[in-house]
């Protein structure tokens, strides 16, 4: 018989273990696990959320900060009639959505965007789960595969994911991590800009939730400063790779400003510095080529450069980008520079519940599941934050409609795109099924007609799904 002392030992790790598979362990404080954090705990689970900073830092974050923003500042486009990234928005915003609710909260001038002041919104997102009775922060890097106790986890460890865990995964998936560079922006402080040469104006004068018509300061070039500018941009020292990144592909949405100059002398007159919807008040003279910043913080004392994610080494980019007109005198607050992305091959890896078929206690959210875009990593967090605190509270979880923006996305990384050439993917409607709507004129809808259709048909589909889930929501 087994003695006093061993009995209690034994009752109390029974205990325990019971105790761990009634909580959610998310791993990674970014955007995705942060949303994860607050769907679960607001349905009633009990949430551990684990953030490794400032313990262990990454090559990209400069605090410690929840849902700190890296790279842009902006969450695309907030138009939720034509825009698929739009629609999402507004599906989180019904979701009541976390980060979507302090992107609101901390939104700048952006056009028909909505951009945040990254300092504000990382705050206030921190403030948020740090305050709710269901989530405990622990800060500290998982060094492996977790725990096996823990039979509910939820890894949203994002672009920078640590090297013990991603060794990890890649042991238990037999699969070999898919990454890729993701580019940082430069961010220049606006007192130093010339607006005897620059001036402010958003294309086609259009306002966003936050703006005016004239958010983005704009700095235009003639064709000889263009095909100059080009030309130093492709000539200019890069980064250099280290030979096991040498074969990292770029996602074509985020692609350094020098690979796009490097396809054609006409690629950036195409890309982010069209000069369309645009009237240069100090010159009758169009604008051959135009680089547009946007506001980065609520003051407005700072603007990025839009579409600019570089690996040109410093020093060349503060001579290069110097050329531009109207940045002369730039004072940079940061400049641009490059990290590592890694996910996974979702469509052969996971089920529709976000769930690693091999070892079903792990779910997978954000980035590490082939999403790509701030609010597309946040989205499939709130969804795998809904499916975890329903296992836990025994709660049947009702997947969304593939005609949402929601079911579009999570249809596509858990089995819609092809395993054999998954890579990361924005939401686009291209990801929802067809419909067959008429537009005013009796015939087939297409352009914006089509897209207000697939707008208007998921918002539908959501409403009836979250009344199909009352008892999650």
Sequence with gaps: MPSKDLKSFITSAIS??????????????????????????????????????????????????????????????????????????????????????????????AGGALAVDRDIFSDNVTQALENHPNITIERGEINGLP???????????????????????????????????????????????????????????????????????????????????????????????????????????????????????????????????????????????????????????????????????????????????????ADFARLGGLHRNTFINSPKLLNERLQLKSMPRLRFAGQMTGCEGYVESASIGLMAGRMAASDILGVEFIMPPKTTAFGSLLNHITGGADAKTFQPMNINFGLFPDIKALNAKGKHAKGKDRKKALSERALGALETWLGDNKKIV
């Design 16 to 109: 325990s273990s019971m105790t761990e598979t009634k909580i959610i362990h998310i791993i990674g404080g970014g955007l995705a696990g942060s949303e994860a954090a607050w769907q679960a705990a607001t349905m009633g689970a009990d949430v551990i959320l684990h953030e490794m900073r400032p313990n262990v830092q990454t090559a990209a974050h400069q605090t410690e900060g929840l849902a700190e923003l890296v790279c842009s500042n902006s969450f695309r486009s907030d138009d939720a009639q034509f825009n698929a990234v739009g629609l999402l928005h507004e599906e989180m915003r019904r979701c009541q959505s976390l980060i979507m609710r302090e992107g609101d909260k901390a939104a700048v001038p």
């Design 147 to 329: 725990p096996a106790e823990w039979g509910n986890v939820i890894i949203a460890t994002g672009p920078l994911t640590s090297t013990p865990l991603a060794t990890a995964i890649q042991e238990i998936t037999g699969e070999d991590a898919l990454s890729f560079f993701d580019a940082i922006a430069p961010i220049i402080h606006k007192d130093s800009i010339n607006f005897e040469t620059a001036w402010f104006q958003s294309r086609y004068d259009k306002q966003g939730p936050a703006g005016t018509g004239s958010d983005y300061i704009n700095c235009p070039m003639t064709k000889d400063q263009y095909e100059t500018f080009i030309s130093e941009l492709i000539n200019a020292p890069k980064i250099e790779f280290k030979d096991w990144e040498k074969d990292t592909p770029y996602f074509e949405g985020c692609l350094p400003i020098e690979i796009m100059a490097e396809r054609g002398i006409e690629t950036l007159r195409f890309g982010p510095m069209k000069p369309v919807g645009l009237t240069n008040p100090h010159r009758e003279e169009k604008p051959y080529a135009v680089v547009q910043l946007r506001q980065d913080n609520a003051l407005g004392t700072l603007y990025n450069m839009v579409g600019f994610q570089t690996k040109m080494k410093y020093g060349d980019q503060t001579r290069v980008f110097k050329a531009i007109p109207g940045l002369e005198n």
